[in-house]
């Protein structure tokens, strides 16, 4: 991520900034975008994401809510019923479990089971991830959970200007839209700067971050930066990785992805959540039914530990980092010894 | 001094002036229940009751009984997966449902069909979640009743953010919630009554207490003095009511929904009623309760405690009772007549209601099992092979 915005005597913006400013544009050009959630209001959020939307559009469009998270989707959910838009905070990753109730008994399936007649607009914002140090519920990655459930849009910016493109169609969708935020890069800055034109990311579509052609890593959110990184290392090693950022879990773009991996021949899969039963399972599996005449070795994973999501002091040694995934890569040299090798 | 008295001493110099913020506390008296089920039948007050009123309810009761039994019978013949009846709580049902002016909208439970067929919604349609062809058979805003919920009290909250927001967009309408006595141990009814007080939404709960949470009695839900008595905690009135006292009710029910509307904020009703039938049909109710119970409760049916006061008026003509009971003959064949058609069902609905445009992964679903029916198909056609599914691997290409 380059610095022309500065060059250009513009500044670039933190991807907080960037949400914060999607929420406003969103609120401006529609008024049935409603903010709510713990401490929104005159806090603007703990991170600050609805900073000063208050101010500008009073209470009852970005008000505090009582702390309940059920209390909160589930009242968001009959707001939608009346023809609102609301987007919800949910504080923590972690705290998002007592709303769970009402995501997957209704946020997730009220379109279905009424038959297509009651659409549920509703996004629900949630920060997750690890890598800033917090304590106990505060870093999960919970996003195996909601890709479980049908109904649901899963998506996850990894870039300041994906930022503001994917809450933008999250709130435009007419499903609801689980929108994950990579805690851990809410303060990284890049060339987007909102004197350019709003940047557009559609749901369901995988963009390729860095062209490659010996393996593509695939990613999403907190893991795309070290990901790069490991594809910068890698080039000592002469090896030319492609970095390919899912952008949205939900829908899955098995197009991208697979026209990636026919073409480099070898995949790894990146991402923070534990790896059993995490979401590199599944995208492994399809990219082995659908690629498997291409490949070249089989599609590896790097994942967090299968643990509880360790005190801050430990973190570093369960997030998925540049040496573990620079090992990972050299496995993807089919030798004779691999299998031996991969029974660790 | 005393640990209490101590308590209710105050030391300025401890004990700082609250912010601002804090609200001042609401004086508790005057949102407590009375001690006593509010009731109109067999007292002075009902001469206030109106007798059209009361003719109105009592054919809706009549209807809601014979609704209930038609339904019932429908699940012995295999016509219904399963029926949760409102016999003996017909009052609250037909009350929660007249109280409610055309833009209101209702929030059931799954006891709560005739609730919703008293509001106007097609009696077949209202049982589509019960036969199982689809959840929701109705359009909710055609209506503006809620899906029939079955989670118990999860659909309080959205009750209170549908109010709100009709609030917000300056609309007239006023939520009314239902919720059985089991459901008011849940977390949804707490939040959604704290954020209803919070709000001042204009929803009404009502508390369908029908002693029972399928086998499990009052006792042993809550602690509390009556359901009634935990609005006073989230800062909203609590209302007692015989809830097989249809007058009563519609009193209680009317003056809550007034509230409301006027922008005087939530009330939560608790009913006091009885489960005459079982839980639903495939319940054994008698491994719980004594058939003396019941005995005395069908002693204080709401239908027969209407009817008493209509003779008294002396508006309980044979005519006119023949009439109630051959309009509910006649909903009762109609409902037969309906659910005995088979429902056309359509397998590639499964695609078609997830996502407002499906996937690509449900397209392939979808073809996926397009294939397996056309295949299906052809089998049944005669080609000597069975279903898809139960041919071999070695007969694929
Ligand atoms: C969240 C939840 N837990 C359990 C059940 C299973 N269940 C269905 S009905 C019922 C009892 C409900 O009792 P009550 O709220 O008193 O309502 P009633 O059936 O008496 O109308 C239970 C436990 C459920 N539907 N939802």
Known sequence: MTATATEAGRKPVSMAQALNRALRDAMADDPAVHVMGEDVGELGGVFRITDGLVKEFGEERCGDTPLAEAGILGTAVGMAMYGLRPVVEMQFDAFAYPGFEQLISHVARMRNRTRGAMPLPLTIRVPYGGGIGGVEHHSDSSEAYYLATPGLQVVTPATVADAYGLLRAAIASDDPVVFLEPKRLYWSRADWSPDDPAPVAPLGRAEIRRPGSSATLITYGPSLPVCMEAAEAATAEGWDLEVLDLRSLQPFDDETVCASVRRTGRAVVVHEASGFGGPGGEIAARVTERCFHHLEAPVLRVAGFDIPYPPPMLERHHLPGVDRILDTVGRLQWEADWTEGSGD | ?397
């Open chain 2, 1 to 397: 001094m005393t640990v209490l008295e101590q308590r209710g001493s105050r030391n300025e110099n401890y004990w700082p002036a609250p912010p601002p913020a804090w609200r001042p506390r609401v004086d508790p008296e005057p949102l407590l229940p009375d001690a006593e089920p509010y009731r109109l039948l067999g007292t002075d007050a009902v001469s206030r009751v109106d007798s059209g009123l009361l003719t109105e309810l009592y054919g809706h009761l009549v209807r809601g009984r014979r609704y209930n039994a038609q339904a019932t019978a429908l699940t012995r013949q295999g016509r219904l997966a399963v029926y949760p009846s409102s016999t003996g709580q017909e009052a609250c049902q037909v009350a929660a449902a007249l109280v409610l002016e055309e833009q209101d909208w209702l929030f059931p439970s799954y006891r709560d069909t005739l609730a919703a067929v008293a509001r106007g919604l097609d009696p077949v349609q209202a049982l589509t979640l019960l036969r199982g062809d689809w959840h929701t058979g109705y359009d909710p805003r055609e209506h503006r009743i809620a899906p029939l919920c079955t989670p118990l009290a999860t659909q309080l909250p959205h009750a209170v953010g549908l109010a709100r927001a009709a609030r917000l967009k300056g609309d007239d309408v006023v939520a009314m919630a239902l919720v059985g006595d089991g459901g008011t141990s849940e977390g949804d009814f707490h939040e959604a009554l704290n954020f209803a007080a919070v709000w001042q939404a204009p929803v009404v709960f009502l508390v369908q207490n029908n002693g029972f949470a399928i086998s499990v009695p009052l006792a042993k839900q809550s602690a509390a003095p009556s359901l009634a008595h935990k609005a006073v905690g989230y800062g909203m009135p609590g209302r007692l009511v015989d809830g097989n006292d249809a007058p009563a009710l519609h009193e209680v029910l009317t003056e809550a929904v007034e509230r409301a509307r006027r922008g005087g904020g939530p009330t939560l009703v608790e009913a006091i009623t009885y489960r005459v039938e079982a839980h639903t049909n495939a319940d054994d109710a008698t491994r719980y309760r004594t058939d003396d119970e019941v005995e005395q409760w069908r002693g204080h049916d709401p239908i027969a405690l209407v009817e008493r006061e209509l003779s008294e008026r002396g508006l309980l003509s044979d005519a006119f009772a023949q009439q109630v009971r051959d309009g509910a003959e006649e909903l009762a064949a109609g409902l037969r007549d309906r659910m005995n058609q088979d429902p056309v069902l359509d397998p590639m609905d499964l695609f078609a209601h997830v996502y407002a445009e499906p996937t690509a992964q449900l397209r392939e679903q979808e073809a996926q099992l397009r294939a397996e029916l056309a295949a299906e198909a052809e089998g049944e056609a005669g080609s000597g092979r069975g279903p898809a599914h139960e041919t071999t691997g070695k007969e694929r290409p």
